[in-house]
């Protein structure tokens, strides 16, 4: 077995050893945005909508 092929092996069982978790984290993420350009700024920055407006807020 390569080293490419081991590694590939390994991501694959990692996957899915933490498929459940990673689904669960995704869907609570999905859940926080609402479609709005502040959502999306707070999710990535990790604050909270009212955070981002005390520091001046977003445009677009």
């Known amino acids: 077995m ?6 590939a092996q390994a991501v694959r069982v990692y996957l899915q050893v ?3 978790e990673l689904h669960a984290a995704m ?6 945005l609402d479609g709005t ?3 999306r700024v707070a999710l990535v ?3 909270t909508e009212e ?10």
Do not use: N, P, Y
């Open 51 to 60: 955070q981002i407006e005390e520091l001046g807020g977003v445009s677009g």
């Open 27 to 32: 869907q609570e993420a999905m859940a926080q």
């Open 45 to 47: 920055a990790g604050l």
């Open 2 to 7: 390569t080293k490419k092929e081991f590694v």
């Open 18 to 20: 933490r498929q459940a």
């Open 37 to 39: 350009h502040a959502a």
